[in-house]
Nanobody, 115 residues
Framework: QVQLVESGGGLVQPGGSLRLSCASSGNFFNVDIMGWYRQAPGNQRELVATITSGGSTVYSDSVKGRFTISRDNTKSTVVLQMNSLKPEDTAVYYC?????????WGQGTQVTVSS
């Protein structure tokens, strides 16, 4: 069973930066797609960014150019660097590991962007 543990959330002012990290209890496989999703109150969970083992990335339009996803396959970690944060980025952020037909989720970390 894969366990994902996120860290790095918190409160930041608009325009600020945060770095989210996610560590997996097991090794990454080449088929694994790692991702970050977020869920704001009253909204559905939405994709933020994904990255394959080869480094191909996908970003939602709302974060493109501001957020960067990266992964370290040797350490089984994935990082989301968030810059130029906006109040609408406020949400619980979840780490996701998609392996073939299965999805694994972290417990989530709160990001609040407010002055």
């Amino acid at each position: 069973q894969v366990q994902l543990v996120e860290s790095g959330g918190g409160l930041v002012q608009p325009g600020g930066s945060l770095r989210l990290s996610c560590a997996s209890s097991g090794n990454f496989f080449n088929v694994d797609i790692m991702g970050w999703y977020r869920q704001a109150p009253g909204n559905q969970r939405e994709l933020v960014a994904t990255i394959t083992s080869g480094g191909s990335t996908v970003y939602s339009d709302s974060v493109k150019g501001r957020f960067t996803i990266s992964r370290d396959n040797t350490k089984s970690t994935v990082v989301l660097q968030m810059n130029s944060l906006k109040p609408e980025d406020t949400a619980v952020y979840y780490c996701n590991l998609h392996r073939l037909t299965r999805d694994y989720w972290g417990q989530g970390t709160q990001v609040t962007v407010s002055s």
